[in-house]
C-alpha cells in the first residue's frame, strides 16, 4: 500500500463538461504522475509533478491540465470532456526520485458520454 | 523511443504448475529498470519485481523470479507454484535512465494470466 487515494473512484459525466480528478498521498513524496490506461494497452503518462506547483507534460498530454497546491494533492482537470477521454486514470508516486520504482493507486474509472 | 511487446494475450495453467510470461523490449538506451506488474480484477496496479539493467543478477520475490538477458533484449517472468491469486493481467514496462519518471513507463500490452484450480 502506498498510501495513495482517488477520488472519485467512478465518474459518468457528459461531453464538454470539466471534471476534476483527485490524487491524495499521505508520505508527502516529491515525485507525483498521472496515467491512463485504455483497452488493449498498459499505461500511459499525461502530465507529472516534481513539486508544488511545478509540473510537466507527458506522451498523451492534450485535453488535460493539472494543478499541485500542496504536496499531498495532484489534481488533474480535464476543461471540456470528450468521448476519447473515457478511461481508467491512475495516479502514481516516487518514493525516492524520478529515477525510482513507481507505485500506483486504485484508479478511477470515468465515462464521458 | 521504446517499444515492449508481450506476445502472449493470453495464458492458463494449473494451480501449482510453473508459468513463464514474455517480454521483449527495444531500446537503445544502455541503462534502464524494466519492471513486472500485475493488474487484478480489482484494477489496482500491483508491482511484482524491478530489475537494474546493469546488473547481472536476477531479480527474484518469493515465488516470482526474472530471466533477464541483455543482449537479447528478453526479460520473462516465472511464477513458481501458482496460485488462484495470481489469477491477473500482467503488465511488462521500461523505465529510461536518466530521465526515468519524466517520461513515464513504457508498458506492453499485457498478458491475462488464468490460474484454473
Known amino acids: 500500500d502506498a498510501g495513495i487515494t482517488q477520488s472519485p473512484r467512478h465518474k459518468v459525466t457528459e461531453t464538454g463538461t470539466p471534471v476534476t480528478l483527485r490524487c491524495h498521498q499521505t508520505?508527502?513524496?516529491?515525485?507525483m504522475y498521472w496515467y491512463r490506461q485504455d483497452p488493449g494497452h498498459g499505461l500511459r503518462l499525461i502530465h507529472y509533478?516534481?513539486?508544488?506547483?511545478?509540473?510537466d507534460k507527458g506522451e498523451v498530454s492534450d485535453g488535460y491540465s493539472v494543478s499541485r497546491s500542496k504536496t499531498e494533492d495532484f489534481l488533474l482537470t480535464l476543461e471540456s470532456a470528450t468521448s476519447s477521454q473515457t478511461s481508467v486514470y491512475f495516479c502514481?508516486?516516487?518514493?525516492?526520485?524520478?529515477?525510482?520504482?513507481?507505485?500506483f493507486g486504485p484508479g478511477t474509472r470515468l465515462t464521458v458520454l | 523511443a521504446q517499444t515492449v511487446t508481450q506476445s502472449q494475450p493470453e495464458m492458463s495453467v494449473q494451480e501449482a504448475e510453473t508459468v513463464t510470461l514474455s517480454c521483449t523490449y527495444d531500446?537503445?538506451?544502455?541503462?534502464?529498470?524494466l519492471f513486472w506488474y500485475k493488474q487484478p480484477p480489482s484494477r489496482q496496479m500491483i508491482l511484482v519485481i524491478r530489475?537494474?539493467?546493469?546488473?547481472?543478477q536476477n531479480a527474484t520475490e518469493n515465488r516470482f523470479s526474472v530471466n533477464f538477458q541483455k543482449a537479447a533484449k528478453s526479460f520473462s517472468l516465472k511464477i513458481s507454484d501458482s496460485q488462484l491469486g495470481d489469477t491477473a493481467m500482467y503488465f511488462c514496462?521500461?523505465?529510461?535512465?536518466?530521465?526515468?519518471?519524466?517520461?513515464?513507463?513504457?508498458f506492453g500490452k499485457g498478458t491475462h494470466l488464468i490460474i484454473q484450480p
Open positions: 508520505e508527502n513524496h516529491r515525485y
Open positions: 530489475q537494474e539493467a546493469y546488473k547481472q
Open positions: 509533478s516534481y513539486g508544488v506547483k511545478d509540473t
Open positions: 514496462a521500461f523505465m529510461k535512465l536518466p530521465g526515468g519518471g519524466a517520461d513515464g513507463l513504457t
Open positions: 502514481a508516486i516516487s518514493p525516492r526520485g524520478l529515477e525510482d520504482t513507481q507505485y
Open positions: 531500446t537503445s538506451e544502455s541503462n534502464y529498470y
